[in-house]
């Protein structure tokens, strides 16, 4: 996935989510960025969601 196609399928996402009344953090769309670039690992990426979880 290229950085156009990235922004492209974040911003879809984040449209998605705003319908539901979610607002995504600039911390977590790093670590969608992150994980979708191949920059961390799928077991990193959910073990750092679950700290972000746990300090709401």
Do not use: P, Y
Not at 1 to 11: Q, T
Not at 13 to 33: H, M, P, Q
Not at 44 to 56: C, D, I, P, S, T
């Amino acid at each position: 996935m290229n950085e156009k196609e990235l922004e492209r399928a974040m911003k879809n996402a984040e449209g998605s989510l705003a319908l539901d009344g979610t607002k995504v953090t600039e911390e977590g769309r790093d670590l969608v960025r992150r994980r979708l670039l191949g920059k961390i690992t799928e077991e990193e990426f959910l073990k750092q969601v679950m700290e972000m979880v746990k300090a709401k």
